[in-house]
Structures are given as C-alpha cells and as structure tokens.
C-alpha cells in the first residue's frame, strides 16, 4: 500500500534530492531526544515467553511506556513475528498498524526500522526452516548459499522486515563452545566465502544483512559462553577477521559487536575495534548494531562502566550506533549524559547520520512510504522447501562406509536413538521451533518436518526403539533397542544433541560442555547395539562433531547431517536408501582419542605428533573429508608457473574423471602447507576450493585460480616473509587425501597487500 505524494514534500522525503542532504535536512530539525529515539531498539513482548537472549529476563522487569516512546520516534522494531508465534498475515497487519502509529505519532513521519533473526530462515512461525550454517559450510556451495539468501530476503520483504541478523562469522575454535552449530566451520576461507554468498544472496532482496559477531566471540577460553578472549593480534588477523573482510565487501550494510572482551577490553566499548579497524582501515560506511543488551553488559558483566549513561556513552564513542534490543542505555541515561555534556553531542549525530542514511536507502524516508500488507501469503511454500532439501542433500557428509550403504530396498531395518523419531532433531538452537516455539508447546510446529523413521519407512520395513533421551535415561529402554536391532538386518542408530539455549539444550547458546562425548548415555547405547553383532550405522543430527574413535572402527557407516532443516530427514534417507549420492565435506573435523579437545585443524601442529607432548591432534575424521558412492579419478594436476609469474596470479588445473554410472561430486581443496612451520602456527590452511559435480562417465578439466598474496599467512601482524620454496601447495579432497604437493613462492604480507586482493576468483 503506498499513498499519494503530496504537491511539496519535505525536503528529506524528496527522493530527487542527495541523500546526504535529505539526512542533514531531517537532522538537523529533529531535538536531542527525538535523535536519541533513533538510536535504540523497542522489544514489544520482552517478557511474553521464555529466555531468547542473555539475561532477557532481567531486563524484561522495566515495563516500557509506549505512549511516550512513539511521541519521539522509534528507532527499531524487535522480532515483531520472532518473538511469540503469530500468523504472518495477521502479524502483517499489527506490524503496519504499529508503523502507521509510529509515523503519525512523530513530527517528522519516520518508520521504524523492523529486525528478525534468520540464521536459519526467517525466525517466523510457518516459515521454512533451511538447514543449519554447518550445513553451509559442508555444502561448498556458495551458489546454493546465494540462492537461500536471496529467497530469505524475499520473505522479509513481503513481511515488512528490513534487517536480518545473520550471517555468523564466527570461526568456530574450540569444539566445546555451545555455539559451534552457528558457525559455518573451522576455516576462515570457507567462512568468508559462504558467508558472502549469504550476505550477498540477503543484499540483493533489498534487506540488510548483519555480519556477527565482531570479533573474537568464538575464541572465548575453553569454549566458555561470554569468557574473555586472549587471542594474538596474528590470529585476529588470520583466523578470526577475513571472513568478516569478505563479507564486507560482499555489501552488508550492518556489524554486530561480540559479547566477549579481547585482551580485557569488551568488544562493545572498544573504540580500536568498531572504528579504526572496521571504518577507518574497511572502510565500512553502513550501522552497528548492539548484540542485545551489550551496551548494558558494559556495566552489569564487564564493570568496565559504572552506570548506564557511561555505558552508553562508552558505546556510542567506540562505534556502536544502535542499541538492542530495547531501550535501556541510549535512553533517559544518556539524555542526561549528553545535557550534562559528558557526552559530545556531535558523537550523537554522527551515529544518528548513519540509520538516518539507511532508512533513506530503505525508502523509509520517502514522502509516499506506506506499509504494505499481504493478503495472504505462504512462507514455506514448494519452491521453499525443495530450496532447503537441495542443500540438506548437498550438506550430507559420508565419513565412513564399509559397503553397508547404500540400503537395499525392502532390507528390514531397526531406526533406534533419540533423534530417530523427534521433528526438532533436525533443527538449530536460532529455529523458529527451537528457538520461540518451545515457550508455547501448545502451538504446533508451523512447518512440517518429517522424522528419520518416518522418511526411511517409506522405503524399508522399519521397527523403532528410543534407547535412550539425549540425557538420562532407564536401562530397560537401551535393552529394548538392542533386541530391536537384533530382530532387524541393520540397524541405523539416530544420535546426536538436543538444540536449546541457556542449558536447555545439549547444543546451542549457553550450552557449552566440559568434553566432547556423546551426550547423556548416548555412547553406552552404541556400544550396546554394538554387541549385537548386527551392522550398524551411525547418523548424527548434532550441532558440534563428537569424539567416536572408540567406536568408529566396529561401525558398518557413519553419516554426519548435523541440523539438516525441515527436508532433513527426507534427504538422510536419499543418502541411506541410495537415491543421492553423498557430497558433503567436514566443515569442522571430528577429533581423535588422544586429541586436544579444543583443536581444530589450524591449531598447530595440524595432525602431527610431537614427542614434547602427550596430547595428539590427529583427527579422527579432518576438515574438508566426506566420501561417495562413486568415486572420482584424479588423472592429472598441474600448476601454471610453480615461480608464480610477477603479475601475483597462478592457476591450478585438475583433470577429473568418473569411470561409475551415477552422477557424482568432488570438493577439490587447495592447501598451503608449510613443512617446517613453527610450533605456534598452522601448518596448513585451505586458500581454494571448489565443488565439481560430474555425469555418470564425465572428464572435467577444472581451472582454480590462485593469488600469490594470499598464502602470505602471517597476516597483518605477521613479520615473516616467506621465501621461494619455503612452502608447498596440497592439491586434494581434505587434508588428509593429498594427490599431489607443489612448490611455491610466496610473496610479501597481507598487511600491504589487503585481504580483498588475494582471494582465489573461481570459488568467490
């Protein structure tokens, strides 16, 4: 719905004028409150369900005085379909009577900005659940990735929301950190490129996406929600902030700070973080947002303020524009902070300057913005849902098979475990089913999500026993799996995490855990259909890889789909029956026995062994594995110049062939790999990668093109300038698989080349 123009409209709704001007027309007219009302977020329904966000109940005690707030205007709108389940159409209409109050209620006719969590979809009742960004990270499949991102935006659109709180860039470091299942993987490069294809998929529907959470979140000790970080200015550089580089450049308009501090300074109130780094040195022009309740966090967790107005003005001095998720700091306390002159107004109008921009980009500016409402809409329509079942197939990771797999159809089969006959197995913590729905199990799911027995007994003669909950759990139910599986053929054991937040769950915000074992009883129930001498095939739904190696060599296969979304289950029983080949790789690898729990493959050293320590970091099952039921033969792999020519350019090509009669995938991975690298460093690091898919008796010819600059992997900290031949290039399916090693030169460091120069352009 739109109306009419009127004959002169005011100078900062006249889309024929600079934005800049229409920005510096509106501000400078609007008062000192009628600013700070831009700068904050309104959570209406705080305190209508359970905990959504850290601490949420502390602040949900302050009721807020709506006759008062919409007077001055109101910055943001929180999780207006996000917060309770709402049908979207009649959360449409509220959403648009609520903006129509808002703009009549102000001088100056401003809309609100509205945000909604979409890490998997649009946390919205009835939308379609997408699988999780593990799934993204084991597709290596930036396209797919675009495509859902795009088709997420979509919906926000129609819904009247402009911001989307995704992607998660976080580069996942210690195994332990509940929120290991938000990230996309183990590796910055992987990182970057898929979460640019997000950003970039998001972008082009017209909405904002909003790059979180910066930085270091994910480095927090012993992977300890909210503990400090006390990583090295080399591994911000090369670990933690390139994904955030690429995603930048990808066009998101909008920065999330991390909760963590780094070094004893929180993200929030640090000034070198959100303005030298990410504006002056980024150039980043776009908002930053609070993560909800951050600026608070300044003085009630950090003590690094003592009371709200210096929080406030903490944050807003080191860059934070935006408070969420609610008015608490950037109100009354800093009103009084500014008045007193404790805090700079022009710190004020510099932050107001930037959501005023963006408002005017979204057209919410414009003279005739009107709320549109849909009539009717479907938000988990086919188009959807076939959307989510292609990546769910693509993200399937084989780790192991001993010929079992694929079934045969009509074997009779025993599905035992506690994800074998549960919807919410399937999906991530940020779910709209997981994440709002569990506050009101009276409300259905919304979406269909069928169950792995439910899928896999469309094919097979299937009996079920639960065996045990995900924790706890009653000897009689483990032996009544165990005759089940002797009664069957095979027998294919469901396993994995229970997603929640804040100790609800076994996975997911705040659900952090001291080991890497499968929870609850879990193991005991595998080593006891272990002993019934049956076949017996492992599937995790899981939100974090888990130590197997006590078992993994007496599986017949094991099969990692992590949180597949709501077509999981159906493409889990593709994979088991046959009908699609598995593709996937390991965004994060699975440890091994004696491995440091917290490792990832870029702790150093990567897979070796040191005889000045105990622990060993070999993986179990590293980053980048994943197997097939076709293999693909690898004929030839050459390097256009091994000197790498002056122009910083290289190409590697890859002959590839499939001698089966089923289409079938390669993931070819280039590693640096550095053979006398230090102690302190990784010794590898994937810098390209590219998905291959191959008809039955196809030969490809695949070109990767590399730059020199980037395999300079000391980063902008880094002081080291390798020398010619100092390191090799790894050509293969993962770290573990090598076809063929390379030397090469490397060339200067990062720090003067700049990360956007040195990406390899075939995966981008």
């Not at 003085?299 to 709200?308: Q, T």
């Not at 009544?480 to 599986?485: E, L, R, T």
């Not at 229970?498 to 076994?506: E, H, K, P, V, W």
Request: proline share 7%.
């Amino acid at each position: 719905m739109t109306t009419q123009p009127s004959a002169s409209p005011q100078p900062w709704q006249d889309t024929t004028a600079d934005p800049a001007d229409r920005v510096r027309a509106l501000l400078d007219r609007m008062s000192l409150r009628e600013k700070l009302a831009q700068l904050y977020g309104v959570w209406v329904g705080i305190d209508s369900g359970g905990e959504m966000a850290p601490h949420q109940h502390d602040f949900a005690e302050a009721a807020l005085d709506w006759d008062d707030l919409v007077r001055h205007g109101i910055g943001q709108l929180t999780r207006v379909y996000g917060t309770r389940p709402v049908d979207p159409v009649i959360g449409a209409r509220s959403l648009a009577r609520t903006q129509r109050e808002i703009v009549g209620s102000g001088r100056f006719g401003i809309p609100a900005l509205v945000h909604e969590e979409t890490l998997t979809g649009l946390a919205a009742w009835q939308a379609t659940v997408y699988p999780s960004p593990l799934c993204w990270g084991a597709s290596f499949d930036p396209e797919l990735v675009h495509r859902m991102g795009a088709r997420i935006g979509d919906t926000m659109r129609r819904l009247g929301v402009h911001q989307a709180l995704a992607p998660v860039l976080d580069v996942a470091r210690d195994l332990r950190w509940g929120r290991v299942e938000e990230t996309i993987g183990e590796d910055p490069y992987l990182v970057g490129t898929i979460g640019a294809a997000y950003v970039a998929g998001l972008e082009s529907a017209g909405v904002i996406a909003t790059l979180k959470h910066f930085a270091g979140y994910s480095a927090s000790r012993a992977g300890r929600n909210l503990a400090p970080v006390s990583v090295g200015p080399r591994e911000l550089a090369d670990v933690l902030l390139p994904p955030f580089e690429m995603a930048l450049r990808a066009g998101a308009r909008s920065v999330m700070n991390a909760y963590t501090d780094n070094d004893g300074v929180p993200a929030a109130g640090d000034h070198a973080l959100l303005t030298e780094l990410l504006r002056d040195t980024y150039g980043f022009e776009g908002t930053v947002v609070a993560d909800y309740f951050s600026v608070s966090f300044l003085y009630k967790l950090h003590g690094v303020a003592a009371d709200r107005g210096e929080a406030a003005a903490q944050a807003l001095a080191a860059g934070i524009d935006v408070e969420l998720p609610t008015v608490d700091c950037y109100g009354e306390p800093l009103l009084a902070a500014v008045e007193q002159g404790a805090v700079d107004a022009a710190v004020v109008d510099r932050a107001l300057e930037r959501v005023l921009r963006q408002k005017c980009e979204l057209g919410l500016l414009d003279e005739d913005w009107a709320p549109e409402v849909p009539e009717e809409i479907d938000l988990d329509d086919a188009e959807s849902r076939s959307l989510a079942r292609e990546i769910a197939e693509r993200s399937i990771v084989l780790l192991r098979n001993d010929g079992v797999l694929p079934l045969s159809p009509g074997k009779r089969i025993a599905v035992v475990g506690p994800r074998a006959h549960e919807p919410g197995a399937m999906l991530g913590c940020y779910s709209f089913p997981m994440h709002v729905g569990v506050h009101h199990p009276e409300v259905p799911f919304g979406v269909s999500v069928p169950t792995v027995l439910e899928a896999l007994s469309e094919d097979h003669e299937a009996t079920y026993a639960l065996g045990c909950p995900v924790v706890g759990g009653e000897d009689s139910e483990i032996a009544a799996a165990v005759a089940a599986a002797k009664d069957a053929e095979v027998c294919v054991a469901v396993l994995g995490d229970r997603a929640g937040l804040f100790g609800n769950g076994t996975s997911g915000e705040g659900c952090d855990v001291s080991d890497l074992k499968l929870p609850g009883r879990q193991e005991e129930l595998l080593e006891a259909l272990l002993s019934t001498g049956r076949p017996v095939i492992l599937v995790l739904l899981c939100g974090r890889p888990y130590e197997l190696s006590r078992q993994a060599d007496r599986l017949a296969a094991i099969v990692c789909g992590f949180y597949a979304g709501e077509e999981g289950a159906v493409a889990l029983s593709g994979v088991l029956s046959g009908r699609v080949n598995p593709s996937g790789r390991l965004p994060v690898g699975f440890p091994g026995e004696k491995a440091a729990q917290p490792s990832t493959y870029l702790t150093a050293p990567l897979g070796l062994r040191s005889e000045v320590s105990t622990v060993d970091p070999t993986p179990l099952f590293p980053f980048g594995h994943g197997l097939s039921y076709a293999d693909v033969r690898w004929d030839e792999v050459t390097v256009s110049d091994p000197s790498w020519p002056t122009d910083g350019h290289c190409r590697v090509r890859v002959t590839l062939g499939n001698d089966s009669d089923r289409a079938t995938t390669e993931v070819v991975q280039i590693y640096l790999h550095d053979p006398v690298a230090e102690v302190a460093r990784p010794v590898q690091q994937l810098i390209a990668a590219k998905r291959v898919d191959l008809a039955p008796g196809a030969t490809e010819v695949v070109e990767i093109g590399l730059h020199a600059d980037l395999t300079s992997y000391t980063g902008r900290a880094g002081k080291r300038i390798v020398e010619p031949g100092d390191v090799e290039l790894r050509v293969g399916t993962s770290s573990a698989r090598i076809v063929t090693t390379l030397p090469c030169m490397l060339t200067g460091p990062r720090r003067e080349v700049g990360f956007d120069r040195v990406l390899a352009p075939d995966f981008a």
